[in-house]
């Protein structure tokens, strides 16, 4: 009989698994994973603050902020001062940036594809956790 | 407040068009010049055909402090949404809280004919009956600041004491625990499912709606004042067919 699989290196397939996503989706739609989801919030809930949004997308402030600056290069969202207090910015989608959504969305069903071979890793993950719950 | 017509602040407008949104919009001063006979108040040809074709593309609602039946008299096109009376018509208010609204009224109305001085009653103020409120108007007074004074004298004594939203020229009285707008304009959200809105007022009961601290509520007042609380403004009513037109561009 084979050795079973390691858990870490399930861990570490998965780790592959969504990497290798995150760079497909990159290349056939321009957005990585997190830019495609901070554009995906800001549709729903247009003018957010960036303190909303980091917390929507569970993304660090430093973190967010980069993310934000290179859609903004790309004009696909737009960061303004809030009127009622300048020190806060509102973040909002532009009409570039619901247009590469849109495309993005019909191709991510496609990009994500792959997931279905992440439940085979996660299966392996997961009997590991509760045999470690039950020995102790 | 920052000019609604700048290219940033249309871009965020225009964001609002990308998922369901409601439009809400106050009558007097907003969709209608403010006239001194509140009577004679009419919404133009135009802006009526406006507001009739954005309602094709987006949910759009009027938030008045009329009562419903007069919005509707002088709407030629009456969208789904009409709330009147400040929030109390229009959103499914029980009849019996409305029926105790509407006998309290009516006991302001004869104590206010009572005691208010007759100059006053002679010199131009009017009190109006909208059923579920009262609205005491001294456009026409040739004394206004007297006028004023003499209402508010009279209103904070009432039995029930009344919520009082002062408006331009106007003083509105309203039954106690009666919603404003601003918990109108979220109430009519929550009972829609929709997260987002737009709201355009010119008064200070509408300060109700652009205080919200919901940063999903675009506001924006007619006429530019530094104490607002919106967050936008036009310069003056004359431009509310502006707004309509690049909003409905933004759908086109
Ligand atoms: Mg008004």
């Known amino acids: ?58 993304l660090h402030p430093s973190t967010l902020t980069q993310s934000l600056k290179r859609l903004s290069r790309k004009d696909l969202i737009i960061v303004t001062e809030d009127p009622r207090d300048l020190r806060k910015k509102i973040i909002s989608l532009t009409r570039n940036g619901k247009k590469i959504l849109d495309y993005s969305d019909q191709q991510m069903e496609q990009i994500a594809k792959p997931l279905t071979e992440i439940r085979n890793e996660l299966f392996i993950v997961e009997n590991f956790l509760i045999s470690l719950k039950s020995s102790k | 407040m920052k000019k609604l017509f700048n290219s940033d602040n249309l871009k965020i407008l225009e964001s609002l068009s990308f998922t369901k949104t409601l439009y809400a919009f106050d009558f007097d001063g907003t969709l209608s010049k403010i006239v001194t006979e509140p009577g004679k108040a009419t919404i133009s040809m135009t802006t009526n055909l406006l507001l009739e074709e954005l309602s094709t593309h987006a949910p759009v609602a009027v938030i008045s402090g009329r009562s419903i039946a007069d919005l509707k008299k002088h709407l030629k096109f009456v969208p789904k949404h009409v709330i009147g009376n400040h929030g109390l018509e229009g959103l499914g208010t029980r009849p019996d809280v409305l029926e105790t609204a509407h006998k309290i009224c009516a006991t302001w109305q004869t104590t206010i004919k009572k005691h208010l001085p007759a100059e006053h009653l002679k010199s131009g103020v009017e009190i109006e009956d909208k059923k579920f409120s009262l609205a005491i108007h001294y456009r026409k007074s040739i004394a206004k600041k007297n006028a004023k004074l003499a209402i508010l004298k009279i209103a904070s004594n009432l039995d029930p004491r009344p919520r009082m939203i002062l408006g331009k020229c106007v003083v509105n009285l309203l039954p106690p625990g009666a919603p ?15 997260k987002s809105a737009f709201y355009i007022g010119d008064d200070d009961t509408d300060e109700d709606v652009f205080s919200l601290p919901n940063a999903r509520i675009f506001t924006v007042r007619v006429g530019n ?15 509310i067919n502006k707004v309509f037109k690049t909003i409905l561009h933004f759908f086109r």
Not at chain 1, 22 to 47: D, F, H
Request: hydrophobic share 40%.
């Open chain 1, 1 to 58: 009989m084979d050795n079973p699989q390691h858990p870490l290196k399930s861990v570490f397939n998965v780790g592959l698994l969504l990497h290798n996503l995150n760079k497909e989706a990159e290349r056939k739609t321009g957005l990585s994973i997190v830019q495609w989801s901070i554009l995906k919030y800001l549709i729903e809930m247009p003018a957010t603050s960036a303190q909303e949004l980091s917390e929507a997308v569970r």
């Open chain 2, 180 to 194: 404003h707008k601003g918990v109108a304009l979220v109430e009519l959200m929550l009972q829609n499912g929709i």
């Open chain 2, 225 to 239: 004042k530094r104490t607002s609380q919106a967050q936008y403004y036009i310069q003056k009513q004359s431009e």
